[in-house]
Structure formats: C-alpha cells, structure tokens
C-alpha cells in the first residue's frame, strides 16, 4: 500500500514537470514569441549610419582639383567601454589616457577615439576586440593641386563641411546626406551581417569649376616667383576669358597647403583677389578714357596741354612723373599722365562718369557667390568737387579688387559689352549691356598698346607672338596716418590679343621693394611670363611675328 503511494507520487510530480516544461516552452514559442524577438533584436541589431561622399571639384577640363577619399574613424560606446580597457585603448590610439576619459563621461552613447585613419591604422585597433569599440567609414578631403588651387577651392572640416572659398560657397550642393542601414553585430560587436537598407545615401553634387588646372599653375608659378624675388609682401593674379567671363586663374600670395593645415596661418587663406580692396592707380586711365571718348566730348586727337606737369586745385596739387607738356589723348594713356587725364575728366558730367564706372563692375560685387568677396568703393557723385572727379579718373578715391578689375576689363575687350564673372561652368553665360561703344572700345585698346612700347611705362610685358594692351598702375598704400611714403600696391593690367582680344590678365603686387615699385617693373614681368605660355596652351594663334623670327625666314 506504502508502495503504491510512493508510486503515484512520483508520477504525479514527474507528470507537473512535463506540463511544467511543455508550458514554458508554449509561452516562449507562442504566447512571448514576438516579445522575445524584440528583445534578441534590440541586444544584436543595430541602425548604422552610412556616409556617402562629399561632390567632387574638378577644373573646366576634368582635371579632380578637390576629391573624397574614404576613411575609417573609430568611435566607441561609452555604455559598452569598461573603465580598465581605457589604458589598452589609448596605446592602441595613441591617445592620452585622460582624454579617452573625459569623453566617456561627457558623451552618452557614442564617442569619437580617432578620426580618418587609413583603413589599415583603424584595423589594428580594432584588432585588440575591445568591448564598445568600432569602426565607421567616412570621408575625408584631399586637393590634388595642394597650394596652387586652394584659394579658389578652399577647404572643408573634420566633419566635411565647406570653411572656405568653392567648399564654402556651394555647400549646399556639395555635401553629401548619409543613410542608415541595419546590421546584425555578434559578442564582440562586429557587423556580420547586413540585415537592409532603411535610407540610401546621396553623394554630393560633382560641380565644375571655371579655372584651366594649367593656367592655374603657370599663374601660380609666375606670381610666387616674382613675390619671392623681390620680397614683395604679397600679391595676386586672375586670368579672365573675355567672352564667357571664366576665371581660368586666379593666385594670390601668401598661399597655404590645404592638405596639411598643421602650420595654418589665417591670413593666409584669404583669397585676396576678391577680399583685398585696393585703389587702383592709373590701371583707371583706360576705363575714364573710354568714358571721355564715349560721353562724345573728345576724340583720340584731341591734346591737352600738361605743362608744368601739374595741377593745382585748391590745396591739393596732381603731379606727373614729369612734366610731359602737350599731349594727345593717346599720349596721356601712354605717358599715364595724371594732369591730363585730370584735365580731362574734369570736364565730364559726374554722374555719367559714375554710371560708366558702375556698368563696368566697379562698387558692387561679381555676383559669383564667393563669401567673403568685396564691394569695392565708388563714391556717390553728388559728393564730387573738382579734385576727387580728377582723382577719380587716375585711380585715387575708389577701390577695387583685383577680379573687379579684370571684369571691367574685360568688358572693354568685349567690345565694350558688359561681360560678368563666373566661377561654375554650368552657371549660364548672362548676356551684359553695352556700356561704351565698341568704337570707343577699339579706340581705347588701340591707345592701350601704345603702353607695352618702348615709348610706354609697360614695356615689360610685350610679347613675341602676340599684340598687347596693357596699363601699369603705382599707388601708395594707405596707412592709419594717411598715404605711407614708402609703401607701394603696383599691378599691371593687359589684354592679348589685342587685335582680337580673347583674355585678360591683372597682376597686383603689394609692397614691392622700394627701388622696384613701378606697375612696370615687377607686374609686367609677371604677366608676360603668364601670357607667353598661357596663350598657345589656349590654342589662340600668334598675330604677329617677332623681328627676329622675320629675319631668320628672310621674310
């Protein structure tokens, strides 16, 4: 009896067990099934972000002058990094103990440990399996063209963000929108399998830049070359296509290496060409002399007598270099007399002169979007006395930068069309008004050539091959005290071919040496050794044969 009872209960208890068993494994497989998914997922799935790369930058003919590489950044969770794999991790990182630390307890949930590695570097952190720590690619900029370009690019971040020139000012088309994707992560928290795609990436727009790499570089090269030579404080130099208005170069000293900013000195990532403001000089000759001829008051016979070789007006006294005596209009350009182009401004209307002025560019800005970029100044001519319109009309009491020159020349060249700046090439072409007639726009070029002759204060930047017209320019630099003796801007400003003018070259040089300062002595140079190899690289034909050439053909 004793027996049986053991024997039932055995079974009894044996039989609980079995409907013990059979539930639990009903509740896990049935009743719980969709809870304990969930929270197998949550422990070993995981959103990643997946970047994408920023648009590329490439020169007008495809050349890359700014590109994406990928990298690896590894990050770690702060909720999975224990406080005694901090000392491992920083040898492996080579970064200091107590930082690792503080960004532990600063961050919730990701940290940074080190950003764009080389594949490579990352995986031998990686290597040490340290609980929380993983890999991320991202993308990091590289410019092919280093210095040469990097004014006009610019530079991004860390977090690939325009800071600079083109990077900065297309922004919004270059950069790029990450996605997510969600992955499968195992004991160690490495992906091992992708699990889908939730949001695809976009890489950033590819963008075109106006500038010839070429161009780029003999600009370059010409520019630092001189800069370094005379010790010169610095300088700048764009090369401008008449008809479309393309940048194809455009340089400034000092420069920097966007590649390696270790060393990065602010000022000199300032594209100076289109931030630095400067009065001109008698780079302004030819554009109020076109606006005399075009305002139907003179013709280029016309002669204005310069004698003593200068004027009085009021307290103030314009002088030339000396006293040049009766000369015509031609002769002012070619002497760059200050009297005499005086004399003549002064008896054109003001507010013509100004709206001449206006339409060539100057006191406004390209409009090509670059940040930071000029104004210039063009005074308001309710405010004109005599000696400010006769100062005017030699390039003191305005300012300008370099590109607005080049611009404003290079609607002379266009026939006196007005020709507007671009620095994308799929930016359209705006068709400008006719500021001055293409008669006086000829005639105006024509007196410009007279410049880089023996007889004209150029003469440096004459060609062999081709016809040039050209102006130099010689200011004093204004200091806190008023115009400094002896500190100089002087800049050269020229057209080739002048018979059919295709390009424009202005070379600006601030503070050369005090026995060299004239636009003729170190621009000028400059742009001829620009132009004498920038020309053929553009396919543009000689107009004309130097004497030499002509005796050795026996022609």
């Keep these: 009896m004793l027996a049986n009872w053991r024997f039932y209960f055995v079974q009894t208890v044996l039989a609980a067990l079995v409907a013990l068993v059979v539930w639990r494994v009903v509740s896990l497989q049935v009743l719980d099934k969709d809870f304990l998914i969930d929270q197998g997922t949550s422990r070993w799935q995981r959103i990643e972000v997946v970047n994408a790369p920023r648009g590329m930058l490439t020169d007008r003919h495809g050349e890359p002058v700014a590109v994406s590489t990928p990298v690896v950044s590894v990050w770690a969770d702060p909720r999975e990094l224990r406080e005694e794999d901090l000392p491992t991790l920083a040898e492996a990182a080579d970064v200091p103990v107590r930082t690792l630390a503080a960004r532990r307890q600063q961050h919730r949930a990701f940290m940074y440990v080190s950003r764009h590695l080389s594949p490579e570097a990352a995986e031998r952190i990686l290597d040490y399996d340290i609980a929380g720590v993983y890999g991320l690619t991202e993308y990091k900029r590289f410019y092919p063209a280093g210095e040469v370009a990097a004014h006009v690019v610019g530079f991004t971040d860390v977090d690939d963000q325009g800071q600079e020139g083109v990077e900065l000012a297309f922004e919004n088309q270059?950069?790029?929108?990450?996605?997510?994707k969600e992955v499968i992560r195992d004991l160690l928290g490495r992906a091992v399998r992708d699990v889908g795609e939730l949001q695809a990436p976009e890489p950033g727009r590819d963008l075109s830049l106006t500038i010839d790499?070429?161009?780029?570089?003999?600009?370059y090269r010409e520019l630092?070359?001189?800069?370094?030579?005379?010790?010169?404080?610095?300088?700048?130099?764009?090369?401008m296509d008449v008809a479309t208005g393309d940048v194809l170069a455009m340089v400034n000293?000092?420069?920097?290496?966007p590649n390696d900013r270790s060393q990065l000195l602010p000022v000199a990532t300032r594209n100076r060409a289109m931030t630095d403001q400067f009065e001109p000089g008698s780079v302004m000759k030819p554009l109020s002399m076109a606006t005399a001829l075009d305002s139907g008051q003179f013709v280029p016979t016309d002669v204005i007598d310069t004698s003593p070789g200068y004027l009085r007006l009021g307290e103030y006294t314009i002088r030339d270099f000396r006293n040049y005596g009766r000369l015509d209009l031609t002769g002012i350009i070619t002497k760059s007399s200050n009297v005499g182009m005086a004399r003549v401004a002064m008896q054109l209307d003001g507010q013509q002169m100004w709206e001449t002025f206006y339409g060539l560019g100057l006191g406004q800005t390209t409009g090509i979007g670059y940040p930071g970029e000029a104004t210039g100044r063009l005074p308001n001519p309710l405010n004109w006395r005599p000696v400010e319109q006769g100062a005017l009309s030699y390039g003191y009491g305005l300012?300008?930068?370099?590109?607005?020159?080049?611009q404003a020349y290079a609607t002379l060249a266009n026939d006196g069309r007005r020709v507007n700046a671009r620095i994308l090439l799929d930016t359209p072409v705006r068709p400008g008004e006719q500021v001055v007639s293409p008669e006086v726009a000829h005639e105006v070029l024509t007196m410009m050539e007279t410049v880089v002759t023996p007889a004209g204060t150029g003469s440096r930047a004459a060609l062999d091959w081709y016809s040039v017209a050209g102006k130099t320019g010689t200011v004093h630099k204004v200091g806190e005290q008023g115009y400094e003796d002896q500190k100089y801007i002087s800049s050269f400003v020229g057209i080739a071919p002048a018979h059919d003018p295709q390009v424009v070259t202005v070379v600006v040089i601030n503070e050369p040496p005090t026995d060299h300062y004239y636009g003729g002595e170190v621009p000028a140079p400059v742009f001829r050794g620009i132009m004498n190899q920038a020309l053929p690289l553009l396919g543009i034909q000689p107009?004309?044969?130097p004497a030499q050439a002509r005796l050795e053909s026996g022609s």
């Design 224 to 239: 630092k070359k001189a800069v370094t030579q005379f010790g010169a404080r610095g300088g700048s130099a764009v090369v």
């Design 253 to 257: 000293q000092p420069g920097f290496n």
């Design 213 to 219: 790499l070429r161009l780029q570089y003999l600009a």
């Design 543 to 545: 107009d004309r044969i």
């Design 174 to 180: 270059l950069r790029s929108e990450p996605g997510r």
């Design 399 to 406: 300012a300008v930068t370099p590109l607005q020159l080049a």
